[in-house]
């Protein structure tokens, strides 16, 4: 069992930057990869960007040049520090933790991210 939590969402203007977190514990072997995931109203949930064991990173097309994930092994915590925020980019996001074929992802509450003009 692995229980994700996500902070850091918050209401900033646009062009601000916010940094959200996921630590994630438990049965955290099981884990190949890191990413968050965000879902904005009447919207499909989409991948914003990911992170494997290894180190290599994607990111969605809208985002890339302004967000960046990260991770940090010894706590058990991957990040998003998000810059140049747009109106566009307000959504819930969600911490995903993927796991091999066949077993089902882990996921967290989600954090809402609010970007005004």
């Known amino acids: 069992q692995v229980q994700l939590v996500e902070s850091g969402g918050g209401l900033v203007q646009a062009g601000g930057s916010l940094r959200l977190s996921c630590a994630a514990s438990?049965?955290?072997?099981?884990?190949?990869?890191m990413g968050w995931y965000r879902r904005a109203p009447g919207k499909l949930r989409e991948l914003v960007a990911r992170?494997?064991?290894?180190?290599?990173?994607d990111y969605a097309d809208s985002v890339k040049g302004r967000f960046t994930i990260s991770r940090d092994s010894a706590k058990n915590t991957v990040y998003l520090q998000m810059n140049s925020l747009k109106p566009e980019d307000t959504a819930l996001y969600y911490c995903?933790?993927?796991?091999?074929?066949?077993?089902?992802?882990?996921w967290g509450k989600g954090t809402l991210v609010t970007v005004s003009s």
């Open positions: 438990g049965s955290i072997f099981s884990i190949n990869a």
């Open positions: 992170i494997t064991t290894s180190g290599s990173t």
């Open positions: 995903n933790a993927r796991r091999p074929p066949g077993a089902p992802d882990y």
